[in-house]
């Protein structure tokens, strides 16, 4: 063991302490509840100093669950996620998890284990660069050589993951330096830097508002909270805006709210691109309107946009970034919301049928009677059933994949809380982030939308909710292939099938196998009375929904998106000539 001298002689009674128990002290100090992780033996003083503290772990079968169960909870509580992971091949398997808070603007601490100081630089066993690895995904990488500065370096990576735009934070524990004996006083808990806007630009907003025709908010990023989201909504109502929700961000607005106007994301509806084009001020709130939503980099122009942009954002660096605002006010989400609450709207402002057409237009979007899909069992029959049987307050966990369009499109989410889905399109997210979900609210109903190649990305964690008794819902909707993939295969290369399709293993008994309630769907009949039985059974279930691999969109069937790839081909063949 090596030993740090402690204080001198005299000083004072000897607070000596591993350097193991100062990092679980410091963990307490600034709020940490729940930690996850996958054991390892670089940090085996950690998890025997953890025993000591009042902070409840779930050990996970995956580092990249872990990871992901760590960024979920973050994303619903706004603190950070924690997560623990051994060196080397657990460090880069938890990667995944870090490009998703990286992208999703989620405040996250991962922490690796790191070879003996006396080892480093010779590639030993399991021995990574931290810095090279994680540099261009984490805002910061940091590793700890001195165990007296355990205090001061995690209070400010506590402080870094939360200020201006969230994001994750790696920090390195060499394992010989977790030993350590030292004598250093704990740091205060770290505090969150909220922003306000100045007050001239609250009267700049007020003017560019009451001489608007047609003006819309665009809601997006992290750092919102409940009160917030209330306060957004008495807002938007006095200004009659239309609140568009950025991608996968609806739990930031409720859809049953006479402002709300959609969802901006992959397949959005083609009549609110059109509103958005049309407008003639957006205000951009908490967002930066990237590559998803703003369909590309088309809606606004870059990097001078038609309309009058007013955009709103936690962190300066963000502000001109892409788009050049008429106003750009640097501050958080609360910050604005609380120094708008007070505005009046103009007497008189004749944008009520804006607001009104937008919201009819959301509401017709959202109807599920038009979609017709082919198949026994129909998605639009299992979303009927969703919306039937469970509270307003579950909480919808997805990952990437065709399948998401059902969730994102036809739940109605109402409450913030609600929603987790990754920003980044991760594959595999959804059900780990249940796992999160259900861990931090137990008494809540969870329910994750998993693809048959999406869910077994990360399908090992259904023994992490066995083993922790968590009766979350997994509808596992399986079309045998990589869905999305396969779509813009036969978009791009008609008819020729190749690397998407997936021979599947019997998932009700994978489900009953690990301790779990399984339940294969056929027909629309099933659907309410097994989501009543999973609800019923107390346990992690998994309901099969076997869908025709045609079923590919809502508003659309492989065989179409063939067709008219093959009809584009031999347009630009006759247009072109023969190749030469």
Not at 354 to 382: C, F, H, N, T, Y
Not at 386 to 409: S, V, Y
Request: proline share 8%.
């Amino acid at each position: 063991m090596n030993v740090t001298p402690s204080s001198p002689s005299g000083s004072g009674p000897s607070t000596e302490r591993t350097a193991s128990a100062v990092l679980a002290s410091q963990l307490a100090i600034h709020g940490v509840k729940h930690i996850f992780c996958v054991p390892g033996e670089s940090y085996l003083a950690v998890l025997d100093a953890l025993l000591d503290v009042p902070i409840e772990v779930t050990v996970c079968r995956q580092e990249s669950g872990a990871a992901m169960m760590a960024e979920a909870q973050a994303k619903l509580t706004g603190t950070p996620g924690i997560c623990f992971v051994t060196r080397g091949p657990g460090a880069t398997n938890a990667a995944a998890g870090i490009h998703v808070a990286s992208q999703d603007s989620t405040p996250m601490i991962l922490f690796v284990g790191q070879v003996a100081r006396d080892m480093r630089g010779r590639e030993s066993f399991q021995e990574l660069d931290y810095p090279a690895v994680f540099g261009s995904m984490a805002k910061w990488v940091v590793e700890i050589d001195d165990a007296r500065r355990i205090p001061e370096l995690l209070s400010r990576a506590f402080h870094v993951a939360t200020s201006g735009r969230p994001g994750p934070v790696v920090v390195a524990l060499p394992e010989d330096m977790l030993t350590d004996v030292v004598d250093v006083p704990d740091a205060l808990a770290y505090q969150v830097t909220e922003t306000y806007p100045a007050p001239e630009h609250i009267e700049q907003l007020q003017t560019l508002l009451a001489n608007a025709q047609r003006p819309l908010a665009i809601l997006g990023g992290s750092r919102w909270s409940a009160e917030d989201v209330e306060r957004i909504q008495g807002f938007a109502q006095a200004f009659q805006l239309p609140v568009v929700c950025s991608f996968r961000r609806q739990m930031l607005f409720p859809q049953s709210h006479p402002c709300y106007a959609g969802e901006l994301g992959f397949g959005a509806n083609p009549r609110l691109l059109d509103r958005i084009r049309q407008s003639d001020l957006i205000l951009l709130i908490g967002g930066r309107l990237s590559e998803a939503p703003s369909q590309g980099y088309s809606l606004l122009d870059v990097p001078n946009p038609r309309q009058k942009l007013v955009h709103v954002h936690t962190d300066p660096d963000e502000l001109g970034r892409v788009y050049r605002a008429h106003l750009a006010i640097n501050a958080t989400p609360r910050g604005f919301c609380a120094s708008v609450a007070a505005l009046q709207a103009t007497p008189g402002r004749a944008t009520g049928e804006w607001v009104r057409d937008a919201a009819a237009d959301a509401i017709r979007w959202r109807d599920l009677s038009p979609i017709q899909v082919p198949g026994e069992l129909k998605m639009p029959d299992v979303m009927r059933a969703l919306q039937k049987e469970l509270p307003r307050d579950t909480i919808i966990c997805n990952g990437a994949g065709n399948f998401c369009t059902w969730g994102q499109r036809f739940w109605p989410f109402e409450a913030f809380g609600t929603q987790l889905a990754p920003t980044s399109g991760s594959m595999g997210y959804g059900f780990p982030a249940g796992v999160g979900a259900k861990r931090l609210y137990p008494d809540k109903t969870v329910v994750v939308l998993a693809g048959d190649g999406d869910f077994l990305m990360t399908g090992q964690e259904f023994a992490t909710a066995v083993q922790y008794e968590l009766p979350l819902i997994v509808l596992l909707i399986d079309n045998g292939m990589y869905g999305t993939i396969r779509a813009h295969q036969e978009r791009g290369y008609p008819g020729r099938v190749s690397a998407t399709t997936l021979r599947n293993p019997d998932f009700v008994a994978y489900a009953r196998a690990f301790g779990g309630y399984g339940e294969r769907l056929t027909t629309a009949d099933d659907c309410g009375p097994a989501l009543r039985r999973a609800l019923a059974s107390g346990l992690p279930s998994l309901l099969h929904c076997v869908i025709d691999p045609e079923a590919i969109t809502p508003s659309s069937t492989l065989t179409q998106l063939r067709t008219q790839a093959l009809e584009r081909l031999e347009q630009a063949a006759r247009k072109n000539g023969p190749p030469r």
